[in-house]
């Protein structure tokens, strides 16, 4: 890391300000080159952290702004190392000039979460820390955001640390009595460390249960809007979402593809799919979207099945209302209550409801079902877990716990004990970063954005 990095932080669209971000040994010098302060001063004799009023200028002396400039020094910065930050007004020409000017001054462009990625390998940040950041930046729920932020500031780094250090102290005791027999060290007896391992897997147990929950609140709710044609379905949609969004026509089989869109319902983001209506047709177009529906069916984690109940039950319904019992989680919805009923009650164990898309009587309990069904854990913000690589270290951390205690119990030898301790130790430190591998670490932050 000793070449200088550039960046826009703030997009490449039209807006009132603009960021650019440089990190690394030569960009005060970068700074100083191209950015003259309003006082006749250069950049770098300013205290740091000081919002500085001046002229920004492209490599050539051409006058690109009138903005301000502030530069932390290493290491009392987001990365560890000399940073520069420009905001300019949010032109993307003079951004983009800007940032030219800075290539041609000796830096070179960063990549995706490459500032973020400075700051964990320089020790500023633990990597559940640095993975959070991606998490907030995602963010689309005051829910995440919480969880996020309560992340960031350590809340599950320094949960596993604690895990972490006491797994630590009892490796370093067997090893120093092991190492050092002939000094006055206690002697190292399994028993009296039974209640650490318990606890230890008891607190990651209760981490991990919280991933099912915290997967969906960063991934969203894939939600299948099923039935037959004709019997609601896209007028739902239209309902929940508040606009026009799938075409409504009398005419069976008018959606013939699947439709995507997002709804907030409490702390959950639904990942609406509205589906082509479910029934054997000779129309090959038809038929790609029932194949599509059905698709759309097997993989979601939660169906809203809908029957039509101005309609007498048939077959067909039936056979969704099963398939839809396969679910993780599925609600029987009757539909068009604004017309005059023949269903009054259907014969399935699924939580079941009656709403008019028309008049929008129900919506307000359909969501206070699906809240239902999706309860937030009962922890701290930031100790709901969303991170499918946490999740796994977790896991293994648990089973090698696990393992040392069956060991234990079976009154093997503290060495074979301590070789679990020790698989569970490098578990949590990939999770914190203690351990993890250069590939790993590539992988985390070629999802972040650039300039992040």
């Known amino acids: 890391m000793s070449d200088t990095i550039a960046a826009l932080a703030t997009g490449a669209q039209i807006s009132a300000i603009g960021i650019l971000r440089l990190s690394g040994p030569d960009c005060l010098a970068i700074a100083d080159r191209l950015f003259i302060p309003s006082d006749g001063q250069v950049m770098s004799a300013h205290p740091c952290k000081t919002l500085v009023h001046g002229a920004l200028y492209d490599a050539h002396g051409a006058l690109l702004d009138l903005c301000l400039c502030t530069f932390s020094r290493a290491p009392r910065s987001y ?121 230890a897997q008891q607190s990651l147990q209760r981490l991990l249960d919280t991933y099912g929950r915290g997967r969906l609140m960063n991934a969203g709710l894939p939600t299948a809007i099923v039935g037959r044609p004709n019997v609601g379905k896209s007028s739902l949609l239209n309902a929940l979402l508040g606009y026009e969004r799938a075409i409504v026509t009398a005419i069976p089989g008018t959606t013939r593809d699947t439709i995507e869109e997002k709804l907030r319902i409490g702390g959950l983001t639904l990942r609406l799919i509205d589906t082509a209506g479910l029934r054997d047709s000779d129309d090959l177009a038809e038929q790609l979207g029932v194949e599509r529906s059905r698709r759309a069916l097997e993989s979601a984690e939660l169906v809203l099945a809908v029957i039509d109940g101005s309609q007498e039950i048939d077959d067909e319904d039936r056979a969704i209302l099963r398939q839809a019992e396969q679910a993780p989680h599925a609600i029987a919805i009757v539909s068009k209550t604004d017309l005059p009923q023949k269903i009054t009650c259907l014969d399935t164990p699924l939580p079941q409801l009656t709403l008019s898309a028309q008049t929008g009587e129900g919506l307000d309990e359909l969501a206070r079902t699906i809240e239902r069904l999706y309860p937030l854990p009962a922890v701290p913000a930031g100790e709901i877990l969303t991170n499918a690589r946490q999740a796994e270290a977790i896991r293994r951390a648990i089973g090698a716990l696990s393992s040392a205690r069956d060991a234990m119990s079976a009154g093997c030898t503290p060495d074979i004990v301590l070789t679990e301790t020790e698989c569970a130790m490098q578990a949590l430190g990939e999770l914190t970063g203690r351990s993890v591998r250069e590939d790993v670490t590539n992988r985390i932050f070629e999802r972040f954005c650039v300039g992040k």
């Open 79 to 199: 990365t560890g190392e000399d940073t520069v930050e420009f905001q300019c007004h949010g032109s993307p020409v003079v951004l983009r000039e800007a940032l030219d000017a800075c290539f041609a001054l000796g830096a070179r462009q960063a990549g995706p979460g490459e500032f973020t990625k400075r700051a964990f390998l320089n020790g500023c940040m633990e990597l559940t820390a640095a993975e959070a950041v991606a998490d907030l930046i995602d963010a689309e729920s005051a829910e995440s955001v919480h969880n996020a932020a309560g992340q960031l500031s350590g809340a599950i780094g320094s949960k596993i640390d604690a895990i972490y250090l006491s797994l630590e102290d009892i490796s370093a005791h067997y090893h120093a009595v092991l190492d050092y027999p002939d000094e006055d060290i206690e002697d190292f007896r399994l028993a009296a460390y039974q209640e650490v391992y318990h606890a």
